[in-house]
Each structure stands twice: as structure tokens, then as C-alpha cells.
């Protein structure tokens, strides 16, 4: 029964799937935004022509690599190239639905414990749709192909095939340096959970000075053990250092609006994210924050002041406005910014409190199945991964909250078929206002298209 649900899950993605890419590839048949790099790049690849390199791809070569391992033997078999750019999109939608069947597998393994198998498949079939990377599934861009690679490496970490997915989080690499903070994450969690188990067998409820001591004691008692998986990972961080040195940097490519920042309100605009994104979820969830309420009203009155305090510092002193955020209007970014975060100087500090609200609710919904440690290890990489990135973008959200969404425990199947509701009108709305809402920038003839 599972694997049929399973199978008519994915058949109705690779449909919905297909017919959205047809139709993009009927209305912008020509390589549009970023994909005026990628796609002739990955041709280049596609003609063995590999000391050819853009330089305005700030990215590893990976999605030109698959793209060279796939497409290139089907031009071979056919006597045709078929490095165009209607099949290199094509590419996304695979990798899509192969997302799927990882997303399940995620969450079969994380909440092992809920057994209905509806419940599982319209979950991953959710997190499919989740519209800034669903969006990109018909587009050739390097956001699916990343978010597949770091979430397969994850799962196979999970299975304790600690090589896999080391080779997993590598590939990631190529598709988005960043990754290297979710593939420490990876490893991390790893070592955390082995040293849990050993936790676990405590029955009382040690303090958090405690279970430090503990989990520390532990670790160096059983270090032999942990680096008998835990190598591959090591590994993994030392040829990327190397490639730090080697590549004086992290970016390739023009380096010129990819400096790093300490854009502190970065992790704020992503807690409001989620929160929107996952609504119905919060909104089936009210008896839990009720309850965590009533039950810890001083540590969360606590939490929130000192979240309001450190966040009306981090507006005050931090907020950034990339050049590239105003400079570009077909990012729904442009816009926001523009009417929200321009339209008046104060409105970053009376948004804070909203911030402190969603941040406060994110830790509840994780607490109810997650550690404090593990708590502790996401929100670093979250923080590693955001606050660097001086530019409000949504695609550095995707890897972060998805990686929240399948550690939240599913909510009922009424709160799930909402969120595809949701999930589905945007997508909907979204897609049509790109392909039927073209629009010409001044002094241009070339059609413009609105996009995440």
C-alpha cells in the first residue's frame, strides 16, 4: 500500500510537473534571467569544452556536470544535440522528483512513530511544492539540484551510510559552496545523535549544565568510535579548505556583489518566512503553544524580551540593502523591500516584536520532538548560512526551512491538504504572472518576467 501511494504521489508531480514545463518552454523558449549563463555553459560542457568558463558564474560546475553525464550519452545516442535549453530544464524536474521520494524517506525516518501513509505522501508532496523552490523546477537554475543533494546526504546519514552521504554533500558542493554548512550540519547531527543515545539511558532530567558535561564525557570516551564514521566528513571540510586556498575565496567568478556581510536580520525575515509558510500548521497547533505557554510563561516572556532586544540592535545596527535589491524589480524582494522596508525608516523596529513572536514559535514546534542541543546545532547553521548573505533573497531560505519542515512533527491531515491549498495558489499565481505578465523594462525591447 505504501509503495502505491508512494508511486501515485510521484506520477501526479511528474504530470503536474511536465505540463508547467511545457508550457514555460512554449512562452520563454530562450535562456531567461541567470540561465543566459548557465545554459551556455552547460553547452560548452555538453561540446567537451572545459577551459571555457563565465565569468559571471559565481557557482561550481556541478548542474553543467549532470547535465554532461545525462543529456550528452542521449546526443550521443541519437546523433542529435540535445544540450538545449528545453531538456537542461527538464533536468530540475527529475531532480524534483526524486526530491520526493527523499522527502518521504526524511520523514518516514524522523517521525517513525506516526505510521498513516496518507499522512507521509501529502507531506512530501507539501514540501514539494513549496513554492520558492518549486518555482524552480522549470528554470535552469542551480536551487533543486542543490537542495536534493544536501537532503539525500542527510537522509543517508540517517541510515548511518556516513560515505554516501559525504559523497552526497559533496556533489552538493558543486552545485553551491554554501552547502558546506549543511554538510557540517550533517555530521553534527550524526555525532549528536549517537551521543543522545547514551543520554537517553539517564532517566532523570538532567540540567543542561548536565547533559554539556555528559554529551563532552561521552564524545571523548567514545572518539575512537565517532571517527570511524565521522572521517568522511572531516575529510570532506579538508578538501574544501584546500579549495578556499587554492580559489583565494569561496566565490567564483565575479566576486564583486558576493562579499560577506553580518546581515543579522537575515535570520529575522527567514523566521517571518516560515511563519507564513507554514500557517496551517501553526494555526492546527494552538493547544501546543497554549499549553508551552501557561506551562513556561516566564521563560517565554524571558525569551521574548531578550529576542526583541537583540533584534531592535540587529535592525538598528545591521539591516543592509544590497545594491542588486532595488536594482532589480522582477524579484517579488524589489518589492517588499520597496513598500515595506523603504516606505518608512521606522518600520524595521516595530517589526521586531512580530520577528521575536515567529522566532518563539519556531522553537516550540521543534522542541516538541527535538533536543535543546539539536536545537542549538540548527539555529548556529542557520545563522552561519544566513547572516553572511548581504543580499534579501527567499532562495537562501529554501535548505533552512525545509530542513525545519521535516523536523516539525506533521500536523493532522485537514492542516496538511490546507497547506497544499496554499502551496498550490501560489504556485498558480506566481507561474501565471511569469509566463502571461511580461513586461518591458525602458529603452529595452526585451520582455521581462516577475520571479521569487
Given amino acids: 500500500m505504501a509503495a502505491i501511494m508512494l508511486l501515485l504521489g510521484v506520477s501526479i508531480l511528474a504530470l503536474l510537473n511536465s505540463i508547467i514545463l511545457y508550457y514555460i518552454n512554449e512562452t520563454v523558449p530562450s535562456p531567461y534571467m541567470d540561465e543566459i549563463f548557465h545554459v551556455p555553459q552547460a553547452q560548452q560542457y555538453c561540446r567537451n569544452n572545459f ?6 558564474i559565481t557557482t561550481p560546475p556541478g548542474l553543467y556536470l549532470i547535465s554532461l553525464l545525462t543529456i550528452k ?9 540535445l544540450c538545449i535549453t528545453s531538456l537542461l530544464r527538464a533536468q530540475n524536474v527529475l531532480f524534483s522528483l526524486i526530491s520526493f521520494i527523499v522527502f518521504h524517506s526524511l520523514l518516514s525516518s524522523i517521525h517513525s512513530q506516526l505510521k498513516p501513509t ?17 518555482f524552480f523546477n522549470f528554470l535552469y537554475y542551480t536551487d533543486v539540484g542543490s537542495t536534493l543533494f544536501v537532503l539525500f546526504g542527510y537522509l543517508m546519514s540517517r541510515q548511518h551510510r556516513h560515505l554516501l552521504a559525504s559523497i552526497s554533500l559533496g556533489v552538493s558542493l558543486l552545485f553551491r559552496q554554501t552547502n558546506i554548512v549543511w554538510a557540517a550540519f550533517v555530521g553534527g547531527a550524526s555525532i549528536l545523535r549517537h551521543l543522545e543515545l547514551e543520554l537517553s539511558r539517564n532517566k532523570k532530567l538532567p540540567s543542561l549544565f548536565y547533559q554539556f558535561i555528559t554529551l563532552l564525557k561521552t564524545l571523548l570516551f567514545q572518539l575512537p568510535a565517532v571517527l570511524s564514521w565521522v572521517w568522511s566528513y572531516v575529510l570532506l571540510g579538508i578538501g574544501f579548505m584546500i579549495f578556499i586556498i587554492i580559489n583565494n575565496g569561496v566565490v567564483l567568478g565575479d566576486r564583486s556583489h558576493h562579499i560577506v556581510s553580518t546581515h543579522v536580520p537575515q535570520v529575522m525575515y527567514f523566521s517571518c518566512f516560515v511563519c507564513f509558510f507554514s500557517f496551517w500548521n501553526i494555526l492546527f497547533r494552538w493547544k501546543l503553544f497554549l499549553k508551552s505557554f501557561f506551562n513556561h510563561f516566564f521563560r517565554y516572556l524571558f525569551l521574548y524580551v531578550l529576542l526583541t532586544a537583540i533584534g531592535l540592535m540587529a535592525a538598528h545596527y545591521y ?6 535589491l532595488l536594482a532589480d524589480n522582477r524579484h517579488y524582494t524589489f518589492y517588499i523591500w520597496k513598500n515595506i522596508y523603504r516606505r518608512d525608516e521606522e518600520i524595521k523596529y516595530f517589526l521586531t516584536p512580530m520577528y521575536s513572536v515567529c522566532m518563539i514559535i519556531i522553537m516550540t514546534l521543534l522542541r ?14 542557520c545563522i552561519v548560512t544566513l547572516v553572511p548573505q548581504s543580499l534579501f533573497e527567499f532562495r537562501y531560505f529554501i535548505i533552512p526551512y525545509l530542513m525545519f519542515k521535516v523536523h516539525v512533527r506533521p500536523s493532522s491531515l485537514a492542516a496538511i491538504l490546507l497547506e497544499v491549498c496554499l502551496y498550490g495558489a501560489i504556485n498558480t499565481l506566481t507561474l501565471l504572472i511569469f ?7 525602458e529603452g529595452s525591447s526585451q520582455l521581462q518576467r ?3
Fill in 450 to 452: 516577475f520571479m521569487w
Fill in 319 to 324: 539591516t543592509y540593502e544590497h545594491p542588486y
Fill in 118 to 134: 496518507l499522512l507521509m505522501v501529502m507531506s512530501s508532496l507539501t514540501l514539494s511544492l513549496f513554492p520558492p523552490l518549486f
Fill in 368 to 381: 516538541e520532538q527535538q533536543s535543546f542541543w539539536w536545537m542549538l546545532l540548527y539555529s548556529g547553521v
Fill in 51 to 56: 577551459s571555457h568558463w563565465d565569468p559571471m
Fill in 435 to 441: 509566463i502571461n505578465k511580461p513586461f518591458q523594462w
Fill in 73 to 81: 550519452p542521449l546526443s550521443s545516442l541519437f546523433a542529435k544535440d
